[in-house]
């Protein structure tokens, strides 16, 4: 049974910082790519940060300098370190798996809110 569960969002003021994780479980963990996406209110899903089975990383523009992600492949478990926070970084956080073999399965959490006080 394949399973994402995302923790460390919170509540937190402009400037500050949060890490979340993300535990997975029922797949090759080592070989997925895995992505942070997030949705603030009233807006489409966007891809924050991805990180390949092989180390490449890619941030979105609004987060470069800002957010890291990283993987513990012993721990099935990817981060998304959030460092300077502002107001606009309020949204659900949503981890993701994406395969990179046929059939290419995809695989969601459930979300963690992040709310950014000014």
């Known amino acids: 049974q394949v399973e994402l569960v995302e923790s460390g969002g919170g509540l937190v003021q402009a400037g500050g910082s949060l890490r979340l994780s993300c535990v997975a479980s029922?797949?090759?963990?080592?070989?997925?790519?895995m992505k942070w996406y997030r949705q603030a209110p009233g807006k489409q899903r966007e891809l924050v940060a991805l990180l390949t089975s092989g180390g490449t990383t890619n941030l979105a523009d609004s987060v470069k300098g800002r957010f890291t992600i990283s993987r513990d492949n012993a721990k099935n478990t990817v981060y998304l370190q959030m460092n300077s926070l502002n107001t606009e970084d309020t949204a659900v956080y949503y981890c993701?798996?994406?395969?990179?073999?046929?059939?290419?399965?995809?695989?969601w959490g459930q979300g963690t809110q992040v709310t950014v006080s000014s």
């Open positions: 029922g797949f090759i963990f080592s070989g997925y790519t």
């Open positions: 993701n798996a994406k395969s990179p073999w046929p059939p290419f399965n995809e695989y």
